[in-house]
C-alpha cells in the first residue's frame, strides 16, 4: 500500500491532521498498524472535567464527569450522580477519570441515591450543556463551571470543578461503550460515610471515659478542618454566627488504644465522628436521648 493510501487511512481511522499523521507514520517506519499505536500518543485533545456539587438549602451532593473532544467541542461520555448522602462528596477529584466515573455509577446504587433526580438532570444536562461549550472559544474549568451554575439557576450550589488532558491513547485505555448502572457493582467503589474529627467536652463532675456506654449521647465540637466538614457543621447545627458551639452525640463504639480511648461518635445516617479521649478524663453525658437535628435532616 502507498504511503499516501496509509497517510489517508490514519487520518480517517483517528480523526488526525495530515502533519500528525505524516510524524506518526515516519516514527512507525510507515507500519499503519504501528501509526495507529502511536497517533493516539500525539493526539491530545481530549479534556475530562471532575465535578463536584453541593446544593446547600436542598442537603443535595452530586458528582459528574465530562468528556469533551476539543477540537470538534463535542461531549463524548457524561456521567452523574445526586444523592442525600454526604459521603459522596468525599470521593476525591484527584483519583484517574476512569475511577471517579466508576465512583459516580456506585453512588447511584448507594442509599440516599435520587435515582428520578440523577437520570432527569443527565437527560437535559447534556443538551444545554452540549449547546453552551459549542459557544466557547476555549473550554476550561471556569466555563464549565459557570455552564452548570447557570443550568442549575436559581438554585445556590457550590462547585469543584478539575480540568484533566488525555491524548487519544489515554482515553481509549478504557472502554469507549456508555456504561449502565448495572454495569458497575454497589461494591465497585466504597462510598462509605463521612467520619469527622472531633472533640468531647470533659466535666470535672462528669462520667469517667472508662464507664461510658454506647447509645449515651455526649457533647462534642467538630475540630475537623476539610471543606465538606464545614458544610456539615452548619447543616447539623455545630456553628452559630461564625462560632463553633457543641452539639450533642450518640456514642457508637468505645475502644481503649495507646493509653487513650477512641470513641465512634454517629451525628446523623452517613455522618459520624471519631474524638481521642485521654484516659483518666470525665464527660459529661446526656443519658440516652433523640438527638434533635434527627427532625429536620430529610434523611
Known amino acids: 500500500m502507498k504511503q499516501s493510501d496509509h497517510l489517508k487511512l490514519l487520518m480517517e481511522e483517528t480523526g488526525c491532521e495530515q502533519s500528525q499523521a505524516e510524524l506518526a507514520l515516519n516514527?512507525?517506519?510507515?507500519?499503519?498498524?504501528?501509526?495507529?499505536?502511536?497517533?493516539?500518543?500525539?493526539?491530545?485533545?481530549i479534556k475530562i472535567f471532575k465535578i463536584k456539587l453541593i446544593f446547600q438549602k436542598e442537603n443535595i451532593y452530586g458528582l459528574a464527569q465530562l468528556a469533551i473532544n476539543m477540537k470538534t467541542s463535542e461531549i463524548l461520555r457524561f456521567s452523574t450522580a445526586f444523592s442525600q448522602n454526604p459521603a459522596i462528596y468525599e470521593i476525591s477529584e484527584n483519583i484517574d477519570w476512569f475511577s471517579f466515573e466508576k465512583a459516580i455509577f456506585s453512588a447511584r446504587l448507594e442509599a440516599g441515591s435520587l435515582e428520578k433526580y440523577t437520570q432527569n438532570i443527565e437527560e437535559n444536562f447534556r443538551l444545554y450543556a452540549q449547546q453552551a461549550i459549542k459557544e466557547i472559544i476555549s473550554i476550561s474549568?471556569?466555563?464549565?463551571?459557570?455552564?452548570?451554575?447557570?443550568?442549575f439557576s436559581p438554585i445556590n450550589i457550590a462547585i469543584k470543578?478539575?480540568?484533566?488532558?488525555?491524548?487519544?491513547?489515554?482515553f481509549k485505555k478504557f472502554p469507549d461503550q456508555n456504561l449502565r448502572n448495572d454495569m458497575i457493582s454497589s461494591k465497585g467503589y466504597d462510598i462509605g460515610f463521612v467520619k469527622l474529627d472531633?472533640?468531647?467536652?470533659?466535666?470535672?463532675?462528669?462520667?469517667?471515659?472508662?464507664?461510658?456506654?454506647?447509645?449515651?449521647?455526649?457533647?462534642s465540637v467538630i475540630t475537623d478542618q476539610r471543606d465538606i466538614a464545614h458544610y456539615l457543621v452548619h447543616l447539623i447545627g455545630g456553628k452559630e454566627n461564625g462560632i463553633?458551639?457543641?452539639?450533642?452525640?450518640?456514642?457508637?463504639?468505645?475502644?481503649?488504644k495507646n493509653e487513650s480511648f477512641e470513641v465512634h461518635l454517629y451525628y446523623a445516617s452517613s455522618?459520624?465522628?471519631?474524638?481521642?479521649?485521654?484516659?483518666?478524663?470525665?464527660?459529661?453525658?446526656?443519658?440516652?436521648?433523640?438527638?434533635?437535628?434527627?427532625?429536620?435532616?430529610?434523611?
Do not use: M, R
Open 27 to 45: 516514527l512507525s517506519d510507515n507500519n499503519l498498524e504501528k501509526a495507529i499505536s502511536t497517533i493516539g500518543f500525539l493526539l491530545k485533545f
Open 141 to 151: 474549568a471556569d466555563e464549565i463551571s459557570d455552564i452548570i451554575k447557570a443550568f
Open 161 to 170: 470543578v478539575l480540568e484533566e488532558e488525555l491524548n487519544l491513547t489515554q
Open 198 to 219: 472531633a472533640k468531647i467536652l470533659e466535666d470535672k463532675d462528669g462520667k469517667p471515659i472508662k464507664k461510658v456506654q454506647e447509645g449515651e449521647t455526649v457533647l
Open 244 to 256: 463553633i458551639s457543641p452539639i450533642p452525640a450518640s456514642v457508637q463504639k468505645v475502644y481503649y
Open 271 to 299: 455522618i459520624t465522628g471519631l474524638a481521642i479521649v485521654q484516659k483518666n478524663s470525665k464527660l459529661k453525658t446526656l443519658g440516652e436521648k433523640q438527638l434533635w437535628w434527627g427532625k429536620i435532616l430529610p434523611w
